[in-house]
């Protein structure tokens, strides 16, 4: 069991080596080399659990994937409004990209050419069903215009995020992305939300991007 968890943890050091030298530097600038470096590891670790540096990324959208679902199934279990639910996953997933690596490298592997191996879906694609699906309970909920193009939003809004974390990484510090996100919802409720219910989910908005931590 000792042996087991030893192993386990090697390999959770490696991810987060590799997803921080992946976010910083870009998956293609990276070596097993600088990984096996910046992990404090051996390379026998390293090959014990990843046979190639793919496979290094491919556990790394997995893990964007698996934290994706697990906040949308937190916010379904909490019995929330289906567009509230859609902003605490959106704000939800901003947070962990400010504190963590993992996400941030995800994005970036997503957005730079690395093939993503079956089962595993495309992030972008999890995230239009996920934006598609929560859209749709919005409108039966009369909280989005019955009149809306849903999967036209569900595309501008994931386009939105990854935009917005793409180019404010670029350009800004970290801690500035809930903000960001909350700029993009300001703009979203007041195209899609009917007047008599805008104020509920603009204060929300609002509220989401001053809670630290996960909303």
Sequence with gaps: MARQLRAEQTRTTIIAAAAD???????????????VEHAHVTKGALYFHF??????AHAIMELQSKTSRQLVKEMDARGLSSLEALMRITFGITRLSVEGPVLRAGLRLATGGV???PPLRHPFREWLDIATARLLGAVKESDVHPDVDVDAVAHFLVCSFVGTRVVGRALEPL???PRRTAEMWHYLIRGLVPVTRRARYLSLAARLEREPGLV
């Design 21 to 35: 030298l992946f976010d910083r530097h870009g998956y293609e600038s990276t070596s097993l080399s600088d990984i």
């Design 51 to 56: 046979a190639a540096k793919e496979d290094l």
């Design 115 to 117: 093939p993503v191996r």
């Design 175 to 177: 801690p500035r992305q």
